[in-house]
């Protein structure tokens, strides 16, 4: 993954995505999400070493609601920890809707105006990944019913992959960089 799209200005330069970059993302995040799909589910399954589920009419339709309905509250609390950390950092979150490729909705959480460290962005950037999955795995294991989590917090999984390509860029900037999260990626201050 590399610096595709910088653009500088007089003091900033700023990251957003190429489109080589954001293919790499999208695989990633599939990959990712086979992967969380597996091991979430294997975590459910052997809890109890029940595996058997059958979906028709009514409760297929019940099962696809439910899923939704837990990848969404998944994905408002992903921003939420993002906005606490953020305002942790002494600034105020700003969050909303965007388009991934004009085609996938994506929530999002920014600090317009705020420079942060690289450790504070690091941890703004990766703290959802760290809390929620945590958090997830255990459920999923232990708690009655942590099934019904294990497609959305494989879903989750990966979608923090753009956590993690924010968080590997900025952790490769020198140091002493202060960093804004914007929008569409991140200025670099040096």
């Not at 921003?79 to 085609?103: D, L, N, R, S, Y």
């Amino acid at each position: 993954m590399t610096e595709e799209n910088p653009t500088t200005s007089s003091d900033a330069v700023e990251w957003t995505p190429g489109k080589s970059v954001v293919l790499f993302m999208n695989i990633a995040g599939i990959v990712l999400m086979a992967l969380g799909l597996v091991l979430y589910f294997l975590a459910w399954a052997g809890e109890d070493g029940s595996t058997s589920f059958v979906f028709s009419g009514l409760a297929m339709l019940v099962g696809l609601v439910v899923t939704l309905a837990l990848t969404f509250i998944l994905m408002v609390t992903h921003e939420g920890i993002h906005g606490v950390v953020v305002a942790a950092f002494g600034a105020k979150p700003k969050f909303g809707v965007t388009m991934i490729g004009k085609a996938i909705p994506a929530f999002y959480c920014t600090a317009p105006g705020k420079r942060f460290t690289k450790t504070q962005f690091l941890i703004v950037a990766l703290a959802p990944l760290v809390i929620l999955g945590g958090l997830l795995f255990p459920v999923v294991a232990f708690v009655p019913l942590g099934g019904w989590l294990v497609l959305p917090a494989a879903i989750h999984l990966g979608g923090c992959v753009g956590d993690m390509a924010l968080a590997w860029v900025a952790a490769r900037q020198p140091r002493g960089t202060l960093i804004e999260d914007m929008k569409s990626g991140m200025r670099f201050y040096r």
